[in-house]
């Protein structure tokens, strides 16, 4: 018997440059369309992943941390690390440093060099643990067929992503993967990345997630007025019970009794 897992492997949080949305917000719409992770995969820096990755078991999701790196060859998505890795290095030499911590290593949206997606002929001898063949991004399917087939005629994994940069975006594109002898409390990060090193995966990239999700992804606006305006009565209240400290700081130095 074997567990069906969905995962999002690649959506992007305020930390990169052209997003806007927290990871809380981004975990809450995950866990809320039906899926089991979500990899925030931001450009460049790592730390707000580790920090979704650890808050994920809150909403009902396992954690796994990772980015979206800038190698010399175009970018490529370091599952499973904690840490950044080389920057503007050969992708294949990422590859490997990926590995070696553990992780697993997707090459996305490839031969689209408007994105930043490596060139076929610089894909030589990289040997990727996956290729994401579905980027629900893109705005025609024929790079991602040309993905597709690239993948199947060597051998790799195919993986989906979202590339989500606003938070109604997250699981547009997903990854099905199959977990023979798993139980949903028994899965982690590791069996999850091993379960895609071993070509587990199937492509969903047409339909959202789940039937009734539509909803939810209407409903990822209000979500997000909704986290806002509660962050801004936070930060009102902070800012208030602030001014009133400084306030009784400044009567206490010029108070005659100090």
């Not at 994994?157 to 109604?168: E, F, I, L, R």
């Amino acid at each position: 018997m074997s567990l069906t897992v969905r995962i999002d492997p690649h959506v992007h949080s305020e930390a990169s440059y052209d997003a806007e949305d927290p990871v809380e917000l981004i975990l809450e719409q995950a866990a809320e369309i039906g899926l089991d992770a979500v990899v925030i995969t931001d450009h460049d820096v790592v730390h707000e992943s580790v920090r979704a990755a650890e808050l994920a078991p809150m909403y009902g999701l396992v954690g796994i941390p990772g980015v979206e790196v800038s190698t010399a060859d175009g970018h490529l998505l370091c599952l499973g690390v904690r840490e950044m890795p080389p920057r503007r290095a050969p992708m294949k030499e990422t590859v490997e440093w990926v590995r070696d911590r553990g992780g697993v290593a997707i090459v996305p949206h490839p031969f689209q060099r408007s994105r930043h997606g490596v060139r076929k002929k610089r894909l030589r001898g990289v040997d990727p643990d996956a290729i994401e063949v579905y980027n629900s991004w893109l705005f025609t399917g024929w790079k991602n067929r040309r993905a597709r087939r690239f993948a199947k005629g060597r051998g790799y994994p195919g993986v989906a992503g979202s590339d989500a940069h606003k938070v109604g975006y997250v699981g547009r594109a997903y990854t099905e993967i199959d977990i023979p002898n798993a139980t949903r409390a028994g899965l982690s990060e590791e069996v999850i990345l091993d379960a895609i090193r071993g070509g587990s995966t199937r492509v969903e990239g047409r339909r959202t997630p789940i039937p009734t999700s539509a909803r939810h992804y209407a409903g990822a606006g209000v979500r997000k007025s909704g986290y806002f305006a509660k962050q801004g009565a936070l930060k009102s209240g902070s800012l208030a019970k602030t001014g009133v400290a400084q306030m009784a700081r400044t009567l206490y130095r010029v108070s005659p009794f100090r």
